[in-house]
């Protein structure tokens, strides 16, 4: 039968000695003995590992029970001690929420509906609420994105128009023969833009 031979004072496990019965082992004074014949797991370093029935307690248990300790930077994940590395991107997160880390205040971190967690960077309207960017930087963000939509959404349609309106004034005489010759260029232009890029 195996015995487990543990320091009355610490729990912590000395020595798992093989025996017929208890009273043949020798122990100090300080020492005690534990037997269970249902224990399989004979690793723990601390006889308060075990529950009564011989099994491990789960280290979140042993944890609570304060058996264990973890240092700052470990967590317990899949019942093992694990270390975060910041280099990793879900282990970052958790080191920022426990501040062991700090986050660049330039970025946030996300839940998406499924709980999973990221880190982003923040909008310019946040960065500019929170007085991470001036008045300026923000104002020069807005007028590039609406210069984009412009382009986007508006210069087809006036290009049009405008084609459309000058194209009129042409048919009754009312430009110049310069104007007549920048119509005809545009005009020339736009469709062998129409021909290289067909629907």
């Not at 308060?48 to 979140?60: F, H, M, P, W």
Request: glycine content about 2%; aromatic content about 8%.
């Amino acid at each position: 039968m195996l015995f487990i031979v543990y320091d009355k004072n610490t729990y912590k496990v000395k020595n798992v000695v093989t025996a017929l019965k208890k009273e043949d082992i020798s122990i100090k004074e300080n020492e005690s003995i534990f037997y269970n014949g249902n224990i399989k797991d004979y690793s723990q370093t601390d006889i308060r590992s075990y529950n009564e029935d011989g099994t491990v307690k789960s280290l979140e248990q042993q944890l609570k029970e304060k058996i264990i300790t973890l240092e700052e930077n470990q967590i317990i994940k899949d019942n093992q001690v694990y270390t975060l590395d910041k280099n990793y991107e879900d282990d970052y997160i958790i080191m920022i929420e426990k501040e062991l880390e700090k986050l660049d205040e330039r970025q946030k971190i996300v839940t998406t509906e499924n709980g999973e967690k990221y880190i982003t960077q923040k909008t310019y309207e946040e960065l500019f609420k929170e007085n991470l960017i001036t008045a300026e930087e923000y104002n020069q963000y807005v007028i590039q994105i609406r210069q984009g939509q412009y382009q986007t959404n508006l210069d087809g349609e006036r290009a049009e128009l405008l084609e459309s309106v000058l194209s009129n004034l042409a048919s009754q005489n009312l430009l110049t023969e310069e104007q007549k010759s920048q119509l005809e260029s545009l005009q020339t232009k736009r469709q062998e833009i129409k021909q290289e890029y067909p629907k």
